[in-house]
């Protein structure tokens, strides 16, 4: 699809005057080329054009994150008087912020989407006005784009916000249980990476993916002391190597103590604390578990702690004197001279800095999910390999990189900015299997699963690519578009009147479906009782449960008779009917069915009577009820869905009926053999393939609630297939 196209799908109806005007653009550009030859007063007026479309959408933007962020302080007041004032605190006031706040989310996941749409697009029109003028605007338009950089509009912020409120609301003003659980990335812990996963995210898709978390699970934030910043999410990594990489190697070959160590801090370059930390694969000492050490260091001490000059006995003497538990300097201890023996024996040095903002998404009370989601991830040269320098001798980091994304001022060979996120879902065993939501998220089109991935790994391959024979696996998938089209509703969208709708559903419904969902869940525990319901909405809502019958219910002329009537809430007792009890009529009235059943004294056996939809089946959890068919239109896309199995099998008779005329033409007498058994097997599979499908049509047009999948022609198909070949081996071999 042609980015024109593609936008004009994309654009978001109420705020449709306020995107670049792309086609005017275009047709700017072609129109003046067919009367003539570009000129430099084309050219000007072009810019013109350009940088007034540009200061439009970034004041339009602006004035949309203005309020977005009114609209959440107001939120905020309004909550803060729910709390205060008990009088005011109810559940329909509290329903009422969280679906303000819901709006106030949905916009933000539009205007990211709006901004990155018109980023794209901006970029676009230049290339097509470079390739068709011979001219270089990109290079020359720089300037314009870094005053009102479009590509760095930051809506972590507003989500922080709505998390913290959202959450309240949820509690209804109240705090969430306490924990003793620390933030993992200031303990030592034990990883175990079979419950970790790693997915890539296309920036298109980074909010979506955040507010769909950020419904299920809060943002964690570190430092609750203050209030959050855009720079509080920065996380810069410098890690350590040597000139022959070996570190690397043994992490991509997965050596077992296959070791990686790095030097850690959290927002700008003037935090004071340093964390050092060493993630080693298979540790012996762990029972084989992949463990993860850290330590704080001072800034000041990193340097002297590379080269030397601080020990791990000094270090922990500091430790002593500052008054620091015995059992924290006995593990900093045994940790620190690790890393001091592994930095002095393999001649490790900075190397590879990775910058990217982090937003964590936990329950403080649960320890059991955590989601991090790392964007405008960015890998930066920190070696003085060969004859470069890019350190001062008493530094161990570049004091000119800070956190200014995307770092234009470095040169390209010494930068490499990644294209996506990097999301990565720590799980135990008993939250894998309960949360459904993050199974859909993970399977939706909004992720691209790559296991293992490691970001040292990635940037020191690009960055060192001549000194580093080895490659990851992953890299071949940086070739490939991870976006994919919406194949369901998962996700944030808009109705046709633009209300938020989650999962294609208004929020309220998603609530009371949660709500069924679980009272089905509950009577699953009682079939009996749960099919025998005196609600009608509640026995329509369970016959759509209902598991798939592994053959035809529907009843036949010359069954029982008491395979025919309605689903009663009343049970007939058996030996009231065998006892001849039920000499009077009695009339069951089930929703819109009724159905009057005639009973006699020395006649055990009711009449044959229909309802209005004039069917039922059985009820295969109680042999004495049944279950009213409802008529269902049938919808074309089912015949033609069975119009595209039956094409399938013609397709592979055509291919094996290629391969048998190829065998029978051009081989010898053990080919034409061969080659008569292709043939025999592409006739039965083509007739099999007739009779299947014309099968299913009849079962289609008479609505039979029976088996449409094929149980033995995939089966039947590979035994030829399989003995064809062997007969073949057979008589080639001999």
């Not at 720590?426 to 939706?444: Q, V």
Request: charged share 30%.
């Amino acid at each position: 699809m042609k980015f024109g196209e593609q936008l004009q799908q994309e654009i978001f109806p109420p705020w449709r005057l306020s995107y670049i005007s792309y086609d005017v653009l275009k047709h700017e550009l072609k129109t003046r080329q067919q009367d003539h030859a570009w000129t430099a007063d084309d050219e000007s007026e072009f810019v013109k054009k350009l940088e007034n479309e540009l200061e439009k959408v970034y004041d339009f933007v602006t004035a949309k994150l203005g309020e977005v962020e009114a609209r959440i302080s107001y939120c905020e007041r309004t909550i803060q008087t729910f709390i205060s004032n008990p009088t005011w605190s109810s559940d329909q006031n509290w329903s009422i912020m969280d679906d303000a706040l819901t709006e106030v989310l949905f916009d933000v996941n539009d205007l990211a989407k709006f901004t990155r749409l018109n980023y794209t697009a901006f970029q676009k029109i230049i290339k097509k006005h470079d390739k068709w003028t011979g001219l270089s605007l990109k290079q020359d338009f720089i300037p314009q784009l870094r005053t009102k950089p479009l590509d760095k509009q930051r809506f972590d912020v507003a989500i922080v916000f709505i998390s913290a409120l959202h959450d309240l609301c949820k509690y209804r003003g109240k705090p969430r249980p306490s924990s003793t659980f620390g933030d993992e990335e200031y303990n030592s812990s034990v990883s175990d990476e079979k419950n970790t996963s790693k997915y890539w995210v296309h920036p298109d898709n980074i909010t979506e993916v955040k507010s769909i978390i950020m419904l299920h699970l809060p943002v964690f934030i570190h430092n609750k002391e203050k209030r959050y910043e855009a720079s509080d999410s920065t996380v810069s990594s410098v890690y350590l190597d040597n000139e022959e990489f070996s570190l690397y190697t043994s992490l991509l070959q997965r050596d077992e103590g296959a070791e990686s160590i790095r030097l850690k801090w959290h927002g700008p370059l003037t935090t004071p604390d340093v964390s050092v930390e060493r993630t080693t694969h298979l540790a012996e000492w762990a029972d084989g578990n992949s463990i993860k050490e850290r330590f704080q260091l001072t800034t000041d001490q990193v340097q002297s702690f590379l080269s030397g000059s601080l020990s791990t006995d000094q270090l922990c003497n500091q430790m002593i004197s500052r008054g620091v538990d015995n059992k924290l300097v006995e593990e900093c201890r045994f940790i620190s001279s690790g890393i001091e023996e592994s930095i002095k024996e393999k001649h490790l040095q900075p190397t590879c800095r990775i910058f990217y903002n982090r937003t964590s998404f936990q329950t403080p009370e649960n320890a059991g999910l955590r989601v991090n989601i790392d964007n405008e991830l960015t890998f930066i040269r920190e070696d003085n390999f060969g004859d470069t320098v890019r350190r001062a001798p008493d530094e161990w980091r570049r004091s000119e990189v800070g956190i200014d994304f995307p770092f234009s001022y470095l040169d390209e060979s010494e930068v490499l900015r990644f294209p996506y996120a990097v999301v990565e879902v720590k799980t135990s065993a008993a939250t894998a299997e309960s949360t459904s939501w993050l199974r859909k998220l993970l399977d939706s089109h909004l992720v691209h699963e790559v296991p293992r991935f490691s970001k040292y790994l990635h940037g020191a391959s690009y960055l060192f690519r001549d000194r580093i024979p080895l490659l990851p696996w992953w890299m071949s998938e940086m070739e490939i578009d991870i976006r994919r089209p919406r194949a369901t509703n998962f996700g944030l969208t808009r109705s046709k009147s633009f209300k938020p709708l989650i999962d294609g559903q208004y929020k309220r419904a998603m609530e009371a479906e949660q709500l069924r969902m679980d009272v089905v869940n509950e009577a699953a525990q009682d079939p009996l009782h749960s099919f025998l319901d005196t609600d009608p909405a509640a026995s329509s809502s369970n016959w759509e449960n209902r598991p798939h019958r592994m053959r035809s219910t529907l009843v036949t002329k010359g069954e029982d008779p008491l395979n025919y009537g309605p689903l009663h809430e009343r049970k007939i007792k058996k030996k009231d009917r065998e006892a001849g009890n039920l000499g009077e009529d009695i009339n069951f009235d089930h929703g819109d069915i009724r159905l009057d059943m005639a009973t006699d004294a020395n006649n055990t056996s009711e009449k044959k009577m229909f309802g209005k939809d004039g069917m039922f089946v059985k009820d295969p959890n109680n042999p004495n009820a049944v279950i009213p068919v409802k008529k269902v239109k049938v919808e074309p896309k089912v015949f033609f869905s069975n119009e595209r199995t039956f094409i399938a099998w013609l397709q592979f008779c055509a291919l094996l009926l290629t391969v048998a005329l190829n065998l029978l033409n051009f081989g010898d007498s053990v080919s034409r053999i061969a080659g008569g058994l292709f043939i025999g097997i592409a006739a039965i599979i083509a007739i099999y393939a007739l009779y299947q499908f014309e099968k299913r049509a009849w079962m289609i047009n008479r609505r039979v609630v029976g088996r449409y999948d094929d149980l033995w022609g995939p089966a039947v198909l590979c035994v030829l297939l399989v003995g064809a070949l062997i007969v073949n081996f057979y008589l080639r071999f001999r």
